[in-house]
């Protein structure tokens, strides 16, 4: 599975980062990856590789290899978006999150952002967003659309106690509607009042 952040940068003057945690099933912290640790061998997956002040179209993603991570007993993933002009995510033209699913890691090498589903357009009041979960066993998707303040440097090792906090209160939370309930509660007219947590099958 692929996540993935594509942007436009019309002047090539911004630095969106994207990074990834690795947690095992006692959800503690086994690994990251992230522009300052491009690969693991141990669960082979990689980073893209860090893009800065690129005029154009822009994108960074995370490869991981859902059977070598199961296997080294990594069991949840939490990724991360930050922007380092420190500005609103919303603020960013054409700022997109989503993941790309392949049957083999080896497939699909070549990136192309027009290929991928599963995308949503980050609106965002902060500069750095817990955008989702991804559950390797049970492959799903548990969408976090959670918010920090940044403090100077911000990436998923500097703000890995907030991780680790959005990864216990997220999966042990009881409040939990997969998106089949709530179109189905939309279809039904239905309004839905508080804090909810979407789960998404892969």
Known sequence: VRPYIHWFDEN???DIDLSAGFFNNNLKAVEHISYTNLKSHKLNSCHSGDVRY???ACAEYVDIDIN???NAGVRYVVVQVHN???RPMHTMKDCV???ME???PESNSIFVPKTISNAVTLANESATVNICI???KEKEYIWADLETQSRGLSNIESTGDYSDMVLHSLISSSDKLSVFNILAFSFCKLFLFGGIILF???
């Open 12 to 14: 090539g003057q911004e």
């Open 54 to 56: 690129r005029q154009g």
């Open 68 to 70: 070598k991570c199961l």
């Open 84 to 86: 380092f002009q420190n």
């Open 97 to 99: 999150f989503g993941l």
């Open 102 to 104: 392949r049957e083999f």
């Open 134 to 136: 991804i559950d390797l």
């Open 200 to 202: 998404n099958s892969f």
